[in-house]
């Protein structure tokens, strides 16, 4: 216990380690708590009588009640803050502004760049001995002057100052783009708030604040934010996996397991817990701390151990574990990559990237190879010259320019922008989607948003208000068709059910005043119970003496609600001996259990089959038919005697009387039929997947447009669904969802697991022209597999539960449906985004790469030098990429189908763009190049021997060149064949501000660029000429946009989604290192984004290495073997998750191609 209390010690600062000791008053210290949290089970309970008599007597010893819990005293908060510490696990440092910049010189053209330039430099200071360079020929001559022979540095020196300069740009980008990150991060974790009861009142508190000696709510689909020690509970089970590595769900009660633990789930139930750790001292705190520290120490001993980046603060918001649900473990064994698919964009763009950039490397070796020989025939081979010593620096200086054109090739043809754009336009709607209640998790999830082919929705709170009310009733042989006046109920039955409803449902859920005179009774908790308590008050009874007269602590057994048992029951002790049993759940499953029914008198007499099927015709159907839920309330009795087995819940909820059975209507959303007929219109189909009765569904999927009369659908219960997609030994058959799933629109009565096969189903399905990509909604728990399995999984950000939150890739912050479209607008917009910007980028690359090359084989210099190369490649990089990926989105966006899996990124219309501008750039240029002297009245630029002073031929090609590109700038805002390439420029003043800079600073270089840029004043004539040619690129893509693409069949489209059916698992592995390397390059803006995250996966996942069983001293002990462990898992390449096994704690299987085993 003393190695504890010096561990515990660690972690805090010296002023608070006398406060430890004697806890400042309150009667536990830090290291009794933690040492009390090590412990499970037996031992637990053994530990809490010796040490505090019971749990009562822990929170005596806290200074906390059981029931009323801790009171608002801010002092007290805040004196518990500093003995116990705050519910926060500190930030690792973020990187500074000087690493981030190290990090962007890491490139490698920029490398080969810098050491061309500094070669060049060094030569420029070397003067050649005596009269040597007559021996040389004249290629050293050219008549330089003293002062042109002094300026050979500047283009060296310049070329250093652009590649200061990319490098200053791309630390920014990332500097603020982490930034952003944390922000994100930050709202993520203040959206997580736990219910705590604090002076008598249960109050939603931000995880943050939550101090020891709380007392916390707990319910089913939390996430538990810190350590506690259970109070009450009922049917509690919580998943422990993401600490123990154990799948199966802990029972956990006060009387044989009370100790719940942060991270954990809870699975099933609810209950209280007073709080006993938090921050730093809790168990997933405790191993935080231990991996924090281990990282710094990594850090310090390898500086390759880039994994270890940018972790997040945590104020114990939900971890993103194991990609999949256990369902996909199968799937991940067959193929053994175990990294999550790429987004559907970053699939594409890898894959396009990869391909320019290899072209790009060819073109340039090409480049070099071709003016060297070019060099050496002409020199030795046709001027007969021999290599002298003395003349070794002219050759090699020759040597480095040609090196340094090839180079500028490479540049200007790998697309560094692409990453760049894309975080821009992601980062760019992130922001603006949160003002539309679009809390995005993962960044890419907001460009697969646009590429949506199918939504599959949750009913309750997402199509509807999920303002629940009881608007018709079946009580004592009548069916009501509005609330029953009290008098004409038998007291009987108002008894019964005034119990019912009021014990039988959670006691959090309550009915509250409204906040507003004249405005609706707030409803808190469970809205199907606060519709049931509504019932109530219009029967003019109240729920809360009932409540009193029996408190939570007094009930003897509850079966929460789950989607397995679709009902909820409570046992309670009858005053004469004996118990009884309310039931309440979905009408046609606990009407099946019902052997009696309550007559008009109050009476109970016998309910049949045939009495049942006449019900569910005469009441039940109706009720469906008009939208409304239908909930049977029933009861039993059990007399004085041997007391039942509880555990059979069977026979429990068993023969039961049936009370009443009400119709609850949960009105549709007024926005939502508009949302789904613009979902329809975009190409993408809405599917209901819900709980509820297929009448229920059938009614509101009418009401909502989801079904349209005329069309040829499907609705289908689970059980039938189930039925038609297996074969005879119940496996399920692709071929037999493909049959269903295009025309199905409405799963009833469906499971979690239901809804996990469909979204699978649909996303493996290989029919139809496209692959789907499938977004899907869920709030529960049990929704988590469904969440993580789509392309797209939105949680509810007020109804959702922390378990499906953790699961999902975007929270709806206002649980809307119409949110979903404002997220598809969004990610439509961001493709388009990408695909101008390619547009843009293309035609450049092209027209550069093909301008430097044939004028570097003609004649043997390319037009475009180094430093202009480099200030094109940050105009069409850096400037383009934040011009074009901030462009707002329109409606019309979702006035055309989605692209899907398989569309490719360069479209054939785009294709005709690139050509089409290329072919009316390079004519001018050429025509310049080659006849420009003559048409301007002025000296060739060609054959200008080293160090010759800049020209104005060579000007006007640049200045011509740029201006062409800044008005292909405004047509590229256009992909898809539009005319009017200025509608809409006035609403986006970055794209305008940029666009107007370029130019301004093109005008001083040109003007007063000199011989860093190479340029040479221009008169008025000349630029005249320049402005000419350029606002000509507006009117031939006109004539380009004459042209009809479907004529042109020779153009091939580029930038193809790698379809799944393509690509075998061997390939996959193979590919797997190429691509991980050109994304290393390609990617290194988005890797940030990522890395916090990612780091944090990484952690939970070694967190499974510490079982139970072992204890805070074990873990010390284990620490440095999980840290080799670590040390090893980063120097792989780079996997996005880690799994070490949790049978051996000193094996792990890593995220990668072969899953090598790390000893």
Known sequence: MGDLANSAVD???????????????????????????????????????????????????????????????????????????????????????????????????????????????????????????????NLAAGAEDEGEAEAGWIEGAAILLSVVCVVLVTAFNDWSKEKQFRGLQSRIEQEQKFAVVRNGQQIQIPVAELVVGDIAQIKYGDLLPADGVLIQGNDLKIDESSLTGESDHVRKSVEKDPMLLSGTHVMEGSGRMVVTAVGVNSQTGIIFTLLGASGEEEEKKDKKAKKQDGAVAMEMQPL????????????????????????????????????????????????????????????????????????????????????????????????????????????????????????????????????????????????????????????????????????????????????????????????????????????????????????????????????????????????????????????????????????????EILLKKCSNILSSSGEVRSFRPRDRDEMVKKVIEPMACEGLRT?????????????????????????????????????????????????????????????????????????????????????????????????????????????????????????????????????????????????????????????????????????????????????????????????????????????????FQLTVNVVAVAVAFTGACITQDSPLKAVQMLWVNLIMDTFASLALATEPPTEALLLRKPYGRDKPLVSRTMMKNIVGHGVYQLGIIFTLLFAGEIFFDIDSGRNAPLHAPPSEHYTIIFNTFVLMQLFNEVNARKIHGERNVFRGVSGNPIFCAIVLGTFAIQIVIVQFGGKPFSCSPLDAEQWLWCLFVGVGELVWGQLIATIPTSHLKCLKEAGHGPGKDEITDE???????????????????????????????????????????????????????????????TNLSTPTHVILSAGNPTSATIGNPRSESVP
């Open 11 to 137: 972690f805090y600062p010296k002023s608070q380690r006398r406060e430890l000791d004697h806890a400042g008053g309150l009667g536990c210290t830090v290291p009794e708590l933690r040492g009390l949290m090590e412990l499970r089970g037996a031992e637990a309970l053994q530990k809490i009588r010796d040490g505090y008599t019971d749990v009562s007597g822990l929170c005596r010893r806290l200074t906390t009640s059981p029931t009323e819990g801790l009171s608002d005293n801010a002092a007290d908060l805040e004196k518990r803050r500093q003995i116990y510490g705050q519910n926060f696990i500190p930030p690792k440092q973020p990187k500074t502004f000087l690493q981030l910049v190290w990090e962007a010189l890491q490139d490698v053209t920029l490398i080969i760049l810098e050491i061309a330039a500094i070669i060049s430099l060094g030569l420029s200071f070397y003067a050649p001995p005596g009269e040597g360079s007559e021996a040389c020929g």
């Open 320 to 587: 993103k574990s194991a990609e999949g649900g256990e369902m996909e473990d199968r799937e991940k064994k067959k193929t053994s990559v175990s990294k999550k698919e790429k987004s559907v964009l970053q699939g594409k763009l890898t894959k396009l990237a990869v391909q320019i950039g290899k072209a790009g490397l060819v073109m340039s070796a090409i480049t070099v190879i071709i003016l060297v020989l070019y060099f050496v025939i002409q020199t030795f081979v046709l001027d007969g010259r021999v290599w002298l010593a003395e003349c070794t620096p002219v050759y090699v200086q020759y040597f480095v320019k040609f090196f340094i054109i090839g180079v500028t090739v490479l540049v200007v043809a790998v697309p560094e922008g692409l990453p760049l754009a894309v975080t821009i336009s992601l980062a760019y709607s992130v922001k603006k989607m949160m003002k539309d209640n679009n809390l995005v998790r993962h960044l890419d999830a907001c460009e697969t948003m646009g590429n949506a082919t199918a939504i599959c929705s949750d009913k309750t709170g997402t199509l509807t208000t999920n303002r629940m009310a009881v608007v018709q009733a079946y009580l004592g042989d009548t069916h009501y068709r509005e609330t029953p006046a009290p008098s004409s109920l038998a007291p009987r039955i108002l008894d019964l059910l005034v119990h019912a409803i009021a014990i039988n449902s959670a006691y959090t859920t309550k009915i509250l005043p409204p906040e507003k005179d004249g405005g609706l009774p707030r409803q808190v908790g469970n809205k199907t119970e606060c519709a049931l308590l509504g019932f109530l008050r219009d029967l003019h009874r109240d729920y809360q003496p009932v409540r009193d007269q029996l408190p939570e602590e007094k009930l003897y057994k509850v079966y929460t609600f789950n989607s397995v048992r679709k009902s909820m029951s409570t046992v309670t002790r009858l005053p004469q001996g004996g118990f009884r049993v309310f039931s309440k759940g979905a009408s």
């Open 631 to 839: 909930i049977c309330l029933a009861f039993r009795d059990f007399a004085a005697g041997p007391e039942p087995n509880w555990e059979n819940e069977n026979d429990i909820v068993g023969e039961l009387t049936c009370i009443a059975v009400v119709g609850i209507e949960d009105p549709v959303r007024p926005e939502v039929p508009e949302a789904i007929c613009k979902c329809q219109k975009a190409g993408i189909t809405v599917r209901m997947v819900t709980g509820d009765n297929i009448n229920t569904a059938r009614a509101i999927a009418a009401k909502c447009g989801i079904l349209q009369p005329g069309e040829d659908f499907l609705c289908l219960e689970g059980k039938d669904f189930n039925r038609r997609i297996r074969n005879e030994k119940g496996e399920i058959e692709q071929e037999r969802l493909d049959k269903i799933w295009p025309k199905l629109r409405v799963l009833a009565r469906s499971s979690p697991t239901d809804k996990h096969t469909l979204v699978k189903g649909i996303i493996d399905s290989t029919i139809g022209e496209q692959r789907q990509v499938v977004a899907v909604t869920g709030d529960g728990t049990n929704d988590g597999p469904a969440l993580k399995k789509a392309d797209v999984g939105f949680a509810m950000g007020i109804a959702g539960t922390d378990v499906a939150k953790e699961a999902s890739d975007i929270i709806l912050t206002d649980d809307n449906f119409s949110s979903i479209v404002r997220a598809v607008l969004w990610g439509r917009n961001v493709y388009d985004s990408i695909s101008k910007f390619l547009q």
């Open 1067 to 1129: 390939e996959m592995a193979e590919d797997e290192e190429e691509i991980d390397h050109a994304e290393r390059e390609l990617r290194r803006g988005q890797i940030l984004w990522f890395r916090g995250l990612n780091r944090i996966q990484t952690q939970m996942e070694v967190v499974s290495t510490f079982k139970r069983s072992g204890s805070f001293q074990g873990a010390v002990r284990r620490r440095s073997s999980v840290l080799s462990q670590l040390h090893e898992v």
